[in-house]
């Protein structure tokens, strides 16, 4: 009998449009490993700002990221991101990171230092025993993984999407994140081919989930 196969789920959207809940709701019910590609961008951009680099003057940026060395650690089902044997604490969720991530993240060296990284985290979920990957971001279904086994794009109006984010007691303007991330040159945010598109607005996660999981389901038994 042939094994089960192995999957990588893509899921792509705009800031607080559910992508981090259902990925972790996904990920316990197909036993797949999670990586948050969010929270490498705010890494690598922590640790940016703890060097001296600004996005507006590449060579500083060139040199800060010349001698990162990035790790993962797996902590339960969620693949954590290490800079120089160090995982980041909470500073990357405050203001300071979220009004300068999509500065940085719009730059092609720093998005290239994270690309192997990325695709790299589908061989830690196989060695680590996980049915697959899923991983969430703003390029995973267009760039990171395009052959992914499935594709989902989600999104939320802007005012709910500001309201969650306060709800989590963040300061974040995800209207202008979006605008940044999806006027880029470099893989900009933006709804991968194929990929099935979820408007989160009035739906809770466990429904979001449940959308998502049954879409992967129907697929799997008739493999
Ligand atoms: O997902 P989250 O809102 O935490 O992402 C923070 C920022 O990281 C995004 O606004 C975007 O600028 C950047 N990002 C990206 N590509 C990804 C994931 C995140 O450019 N795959």
Same mark, same amino acid.
């Given at each position: 009998?042939?094994?089960?196969?192995?999957?990588i789920?893509?899921?792509?959207? *705009?800031?607080?449009?559910?992508?981090?809940s259902?990925?972790?709701?996904?990920?316990r019910?197909?036993?797949?490993l999670?990586?948050?590609?969010?929270?490498?961008?705010?890494?690598?951009?922590?640790?940016?700002?703890?060097?001296? %680099?600004?996005? *507006?003057?590449?060579?500083?940026v060139k040199?800060?990221?010349?001698?990162?060395?990035?790790?993962?650690?797996?902590? *339960?089902r969620?693949?954590?991101?290490?800079?120089?044997?160090?995982?980041?604490?909470?500073?990357?969720?405050?203001?300071?990171?979220?009004?300068?991530?999509?500065?940085?993240?719009?730059?092609?060296?720093?998005?290239? %230092?994270?690309?192997?990284?990325?695709?790299?985290?589908?061989? %830690?979920?196989?060695?680590?025993?996980?049915a697959?990957?899923?991983?969430?971001?703003r390029?995973?279904?267009?760039?990171?993984?395009?052959?992914?086994?499935?594709?989902?794009?989600?999104?939320?109006?802007?005012?709910?999407?500001?309201?969650?984010?306060?709800?989590?007691?963040?300061?974040?303007?995800?209207?202008?994140?979006?605008?940044?991330?999806?006027?880029?040159?470099?893989?900009?945010l933006?709804?991968?081919?194929?990929?099935?598109?979820?408007?989160?607005?009035?739906?809770?996660?466990?429904?979001v989930?449940?959308r998502m999981?049954s879409v992967?389901?129907?697929?799997l038994?008739?493999?």
């Open positions: 009998m042939p094994g089960k196969p192995f999957i789920v893509a899921i792509d959207g *705009g800031a607080a449009s559910g992508k981090s259902t990925a972790s709701a996904l990920s019910r197909f036993n797949l999670h990586a948050d590609t969010g929270s490498y961008y705010r890494a690598v951009t922590s640790e940016m700002l703890k060097r001296g %680099a600004d996005p *507006g003057d590449l060579a500083s040199a800060a990221l010349a001698d990162l060395r990035l790790g993962t650690r797996i902590d *339960g969620l693949a954590q991101i290490e800079i120089a044997g160090r995982r980041p604490g909470a500073e990357i969720r405050s203001r300071e990171v979220n009004e300068a991530v999509s500065h940085f993240a719009a730059i092609p060296e720093l998005r290239s %230092a994270l690309l192997s990284y990325q695709r790299g985290q589908a061989a %830690a979920a196989r060695s680590g025993g996980f697959g990957l899923v991983m969430e971001g390029d995973i279904g267009s760039v990171i993984f395009p052959a992914a086994d499935f594709r989902f794009f989600l999104h939320a109006d802007p005012a709910e999407r500001e309201r969650r984010r306060v709800r989590e007691g963040q300061q974040d303007r995800v209207a202008e994140r979006d605008r940044l991330d999806s006027t880029r040159k470099t893989a900009p933006s709804v991968p081919d194929g990929a099935v598109s979820i408007d989160t607005t009035r739906l809770t996660i466990a429904e989930a449940d999981a992967i389901a129907r697929s038994e008739g493999a």
